[in-house]
């Protein structure tokens, strides 16, 4: 059965039960020290949600967290957070958790961080834990394994050297103590350990001793990590590939918990980075593309599906400011077709796969027939062309004749449509290229009339007198075919003239929706206009 699943995360759930846990803990880790972006949604939420769900599909008892990694310092101000230079030493190396919010409202830089995931989150359709390490650690649950830590820190260096072929000397502590004196992590060092206190030096001047349980340290990041699976009792954990190179943190970590705290690995997988061009990827980085800005313009369902029809060892590289965004909206509403035997996949396997990634994907389980559908790129057309707050009913009476909508839209259909022209016209302001927009021009200039058919430009007055009786978008549509066809011009021709008429774009929805859209009259005046 292994090697025919469907979805790759059933291979990953046959291998981590062999571990046979009474309780399987999927876990993704993020230090709050600037923003939460999509790319590490991938890697810490969304993988190990894969295989959560799947266990738990499968009866398994198993639950999913997501450490806040707060005891870490802030290592630098992201860009956009007004710190002013001067400033910036008030903030950098002090604990996420203890320097003050960059904004008012919040009690802690990581407090604020954090709420700008765990505010939008619930919309995801995820069942997180999310845990604070620093509240774990003031809690007392790492106190045990500081003192083994620092009991056995020569041990651990050993094996941090020979896998990682580093040099580091055999004193190292493995902790980092928050100074007394300037409540800062990032600068300083403990030097030594009787069994009770750690002695430590700060770079501030500071020299001091402290106990080093319940919140006076944290333990270095590489032993953190290592104690965080055990004080959790991880099973599985995904990561960036990047840690996953021979010697990296993966190869320490797993020696470190084989050979030092003789405990069993979790299973642990590399995935691949998200490539997202138009958008920066770096938490450390301003205008970012989070969790709330996904959701400005598509649905939380599409963010899920992205995430389940790709395998997570291939990379997902797509752009908000091309055709790709539309592409994987159009990738969805296809699946959402097959799953409801609506349309057919190339080939039975491809079938199968993005039935399972939609059905993973919606939020609510899917019901007996498919959902209202309009397609992400029709929602775009017409949300330029009318208001969906104002036009609402005449939006819907287009959907009527396009065969979107059979009857009018139930509540909940409503709040969908609303929903979809509110992303759609989203997109359309942030991020769509120009050949997406769509509006009535105001005027018609040289370059729109030299790019027209003349022989198309003749016969508009006798469009305009046909077709000002129409009230139907597929009449009109079919009445501007039938002179064009009744003229020698081909309909192609016919309709790239109406659109630059109209729109100054070559291309466009259909045309008889298009003029129904745009208000018939000011339309059939312009086409009269300009019937040469
Ligand atoms: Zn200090």
Known sequence: MAEEHVFWAEK???EITKQKRKEYVCEGMWTPSGYFHIGNARPEIFTPY???KTLTDRGFNARQNLIIDDFDPIDKIPKGIPVKKEDENKFVGIPCRLAPSPFEGFDSWADYFRSQLTDVIDQFGLDLNIISSYNCYKEGKFNDLITFSLDHSKEIVEVWNKIAGSDKPTSFLPVVVTCEQCGKSLFSKAVSWDGKKVSYECKC???????????ATKLHWRVHWVASWIVNNVAFESGGKDHFSKGGSVDVGQALMKEVFKKPVPYQL??????LKGAKMSGSVG???GLKEWLEVASPELFRFMFFSYKPNSAIDFSLQDNSFILLNERFERAERIYFGEDKAENERIEAKLKNAYSLAVIAKPGKK???QIPYSFAVQLSQLLNPKTDFEKITGLLKQTGHLTQNPSAEEKKKLLELFGRAASWVEKYAPEKYKLSFIEKVSEKEISAMDETARKVLPGVVEKISSLDSAKEIQTLIYEIAKANNIPPKQMFKTVYLALTGKEFG?????LILALGKKRCLNRLKELGA
């Open 287 to 289: 205008n970012l593309f």
């Open 370 to 372: 498919i959902p209202l």
């Open 509 to 513: 929805p259909r045309a008889g929706l």
């Open 270 to 275: 590399p995935t691949e980075f998200v490539q």
């Open 12 to 14: 990953v759930v046959d």
């Open 205 to 215: 001047g500071f020299k001091g001793e402290t106990n080093p349980l319940n919140g």
């Open 50 to 52: 894969s295989v959560y």
